[in-house]
C-alpha cells in the first residue's frame, strides 16, 4: 500500500501538479497508520514541501497544513522539518487571511518558544485586513522570536487601532514588553505613559481597565526597579512621581465601570510611596487649602491636580456594588 500511494503521488508532482485532497487523504493514511516505516514517512513530507511550492489553492494548502500538524504530533522526529515547512512563505505569503492564521495556529500550538518569523512578515502581518489574525500575532507575540525594538513600535502603533479588542491586546503587550525587556530610555518610557494615560479615557471599559494596570505598571514601578521615569538616587523627584501617579490612577475611581474602578483601587493600593496631604485629600471630598493650587507635572505636557484625588476612598467606601 505504501508504495502504491507514493509512486501515484510521485507522478503527480513529476508532472508539476500539486497534490490533490485524495492524495492528500491517502498520505494522511500513511502517517495515522503506526506501521508506516520511517522511510515512507520521510517521502511523505518530502512531497508536501514539493506539493505547498506547486499550489496556490487555498483549499488544498488547507489540507496539506493539516496533514502537516498530524505528522509533527504523531512523529515527533519529524516535528523539526515539519515546523520548517510551516514557516514557509507559501504558508504565510498566501492572500487567505483563513489559512495564515490556521498556519500560525499550527505553529504556536506544536511549539512552545522559539518561533522564529521574520520582523518584516510579522509587521505586514499586523498590518493586513483581518482582525482576528491581528489579535493571534500580538497576542503572541512573546512567543515568537521578534526584535523587541520592532514589538514596542507595534505595540505602540496598535493602542490606536479602530477596534477595541487590538488595542487592549497592544497595551497587554506593551506592558509585559515594558516590564520583562531592558528598555532604560526615559523617552520611550514616556511615550508609554502617555498613551496609557489617553487610554484611561477610552470609549470600552475593558481598554480603560488595561489602561489603569499599563498606568500603574509603566511608571510606578520607577520606584522598584529605578528603570522608567526617574533615576533610582533621586529619591525627591521619586516621591513627586509617585504622588502623580497615584493623583492619575485616583481620577478613575468614580468610573462608570465596576471593572475599572476596581481595577483602580487594587492599582492604588500597591502603591506605597504617598504624601500624607495627599492621603488625606483622598478621605476628604473638599479640596484641602494644601492642595488647591498643587500640580504635578510627571513629565513634559502632561500635568495633573492634586484635586483629581479628592475622596477617592470615600468615593469607594460609598460604592454600591460589592466586590471581595
Not at 80 to 93: T, V
Not at 178 to 191: A, L, P, Q, S, T
Request: charged fraction near 25%; charge should be negative.
Amino acid at each position: 500500500m505504501e508504495l502504491h500511494v507514493m509512486n501515484s503521488v510521485r507522478q503527480s508532482l513529476d508532472n508539476n501538479q500539486p497534490l490533490s485532497c485524495q492524495a492528500l487523504a491517502s498520505l494522511r493514511s500513511l502517517v495515522i497508520n503506526p506501521t508506516t516505516s520511517d522511510s515512507t514517512l520521510s517521502s511523505v513530507l518530502d512531497a508536501l514541501t514539493r506539493s505547498v511550492q506547486l499550489s496556490r489553492d487555498s483549499v488544498i494548502l488547507h489540507h496539506t497544513l493539516k496533514l502537516l500538524t498530524d505528522l509533527a504530533t504523531r512523529r515527533p522526529h519529524l516535528s523539526p522539518f515539519a515546523l520548517d515547512l510551516l514557516r514557509s512563505d507559501s504558508l504565510f505569503s498566501s492572500v487567505s487571511p483563513r489559512l495564515v492564521g490556521e498556519s500560525l495556529s499550527a505553529l504556536l500550538s506544536l511549539t512552545s518558544t522559539g518561533n522564529d518569523i521574520d520582523a518584516a512578515r510579522f509587521v505586514s502581518l499586523c498590518l493586513g485586513p483581518s482582525v482576528s489574525l491581528r489579535l493571534c500575532l500580538l497576542r503572541n507575540a512573546e512567543r515568537l522570536v521578534v526584535r523587541e525594538s520592532v514589538l514596542l513600535a507595534v505595540f505602540l502603533g496598535f493602542t490606536r487601532d479602530p477596534f477595541p479588542y487590538v488595542r487592549k491586546e497592544a497595551l497587554d503587550g506593551l506592558v509585559k514588553l515594558c516590564k520583562n525587556g531592558d528598555f532604560d530610555d526615559r523617552d520611550v518610557i514616556e511615550g508609554c505613559y502617555c498613551r496609557a494615560v489617553e487610554l484611561l479615557r477610552d470609549t470600552e471599559n475593558y481598554v480603560r481597565s488595561a489602561a489603569v494596570h499599563a498606568v500603574k505598571y509603566s511608571v510606578l514601578e520607577v520606584c522598584e526597579w529605578g528603570k522608567l521615569l526617574v533615576i533610582s538616587s533621586q529619591d525627591g523627584n521619586k516621591q513627586d512621581l509617585s504622588d502623580a501617579v497615584f493623583i492619575q490612577l485616583g481620577s478613575m475611581v468614580r468610573d462608570m465601570s465596576i471593572e475599572v474602578r476596581l481595577e483602580t483601587f487594587n492599582a492604588l493600593g500597591k502603591i506605597g510611596l504617598i504624601s500624607e496631604d495627599i492621603l488625606l485629600q483622598t478621605l476628604c471630598k473638599k479640596v484641602l487649602g494644601t492642595n488647591k493650587d498643587k500640580i504635578y507635572k510627571p513629565m513634559e505636557g502632561l500635568d495633573i491636580s492634586a484635586s483629581a484625588v479628592a475622596g477617592a476612598f470615600i468615593h469607594g467606601l460609598e460604592d454600591e456594588f460589592s466586590e471581595p
